[in-house]
């Protein structure tokens, strides 16, 4: 890649896919943790959750996967993830066949906090209004949570926002990601 198509992906960076994939493993590593801190002592390992490129773009909003038209731009932008190592790419075997896993890095883990802690900021300086959500993907149930939750916490401390934005992100999981991605 040449230092002018670098300056292209770093412009473009993060990309829906790039926060959503992100976000998606924080979601599904946090909940794997909880669920393992109920039933196990702190001794043990969690490995983190692992996603392929199939499932991945199985599970794209549609809008995001209309942004990309093959599985190799999809591709590249896992790989753009890796190379800031934000997503740690692992050969497994399966079915006969080794297909690359990506996993979350702590690095990336803090990419998402740091997103969240922005978005918490833009609610908290009054960026993000009603026609905001209103226009931004998602369904209208997970909507009609986040304009409830937004009118409750905006004038709440950044933390005690970024707090929300986090335990709504465990409820709600990859439709509120989309949501929160597209504002």
Known sequence: MSSEEEKGE?????????????SHLYFEDSKKIRMFNTFHTSSHVVQPVAISLRHLINI???????ETSSPEIVRDQLD????????????????GEYTTFFSITLGGTLFVKSYIAKLSGAIKDKKINDQDIDSAEGNNEVKKYFKETWRKIKDKSQDEIAN?????????GPPLIILLASL
């Open 10 to 22: 770093e412009a473009k960076f993060p990309t829906h896919v790039q926060i959503f994939t992100l």
């Open 164 to 172: 929300t934005l986090f335990s709504a992100i465990r409820t709600y």
């Open 80 to 95: 753009a993830l890796v190379k800031r190592s934000f997503l740690k790419p692992e050969l497994k075997r399966q079915n």
């Open 60 to 66: 794209l909003p549609f809008s995001t996967a209309s």
